[in-house]
Antibody, heavy 124, light 110 residues
Framework: QLQLQESGPGLVKPSETLSLTCTVSGGSISSSNYFWGWIRQPPGKGLEWIGSIYHSGSTYYNPSLKSRVTISVDTSKNQFSLKLSTVTAADTAVFYC????????????????WGRGTLVTVSS | QSALTQPPSASGSPGQSVTISCTGTNSDVGGYNYVSWYQQHPGKAPKLMVYEVSKRPSGVPDRFSGSKSGNTASLTVSGLQAEDEADYYCSSYAGSNIVLFGGGTKLTVL
């Protein structure tokens, strides 16, 4: 059974960079059939797609966050990571990693496996 | 791209049916048959309930069904049960490998 697990600091200071890692177990991140993505959810609010990565390293980002986001992959560790720079209190959220399916070569498939999420609070 | 539009709340009595709408544009919901629906209980990760407009993953009850007309997708929950009370989110492919979510709908079972 595929499992995803987010890890990283739960508290980040304003203006600093938020860094999270998602470890995939029970399956290979190098599979040609899937993308790997990050989604966030501010407390009491809705879901927001941050971006996705393919095992080759190709990345796709939410245009509203693109200038501050970097997603990378380490296939040797079966992990992918998120960096969000210059954070403010508005970036406080539960961050989820998830798998999405490749459809006709595009990131069109559903998010079918999710991690449990990790709360990151931005505060001094 | 803007978030997809969902009603903030919906409700129904046990055994009844309820439909939740998700409105987008020709560039997302109306342009592709890649609409998904997710169920989220408090403190839990979202769970995929419907994908590609109307397909159900293994293990999802057939009480959950999806459809689409033009720029609006819908999720219908039939035979409402207490455990269906949750937040529901739609999402759609929006071109260029970008994904959009709706703002979410809180479903209350009366």
């Amino acid at each position: 059974q595929l499992q995803l697990q987010e890890s990283g600091p739960g508290l980040v200071k304003p203006s600093e960079t938020l860094s999270l890692t998602c470890t995939v177990s029970g399956g290979s991140i190098s599979s040609s059939n899937y993308f790997w993505g990050w989604i966030r959810q501010p407390p009491g609010k809705g879901l927001e797609w941050i971006g996705s990565i393919y095992h080759s390293g190709s990345t796709y980002y939410n245009p509203s966050l693109k200038s501050r986001v970097t997603i990378s992959v380490d296939t040797s560790k079966n992990q992918f990571s998120l960096k969000l720079s210059t954070v403010t209190a508005a970036d406080t959220a539960v961050f989820y990693c998830a798998r999405s399916g490749l459809r006709d070569g595009y990131n069109r498939g559903p998010l079918d496996y999710w991690g449990r999420g990790t709360l990151v609070t931005v505060s001094s | 791209q803007s978030a997809l539009t969902q009603p903030p709340s919906a409700s129904g009595s046990p055994g009844q049916s309820v439909t939740i709408s998700c409105t987008g544009t020709n560039s997302d919901v109306g342009g592709y048959n890649y609409v998904s629906w997710y169920q989220q209980h408090p403190g839990k990760a979202p769970k995929l309930m419907v994908y590609e407009v109307s397909k159900r993953p293994s293990g999802v009850p057939d009480r959950f069904s999806g459809s689409k007309s033009g720029n609006t997708a819908s999720l219908t929950v039939s035979g409402l049960q207490a455990e269906d009370e949750a937040d529901y989110y739609c999402s759609s492919y929006a071109g260029s490998n970008i994904v959009l979510f709706g703002g979410g709908t809180k479903l209350t079972v009366l």
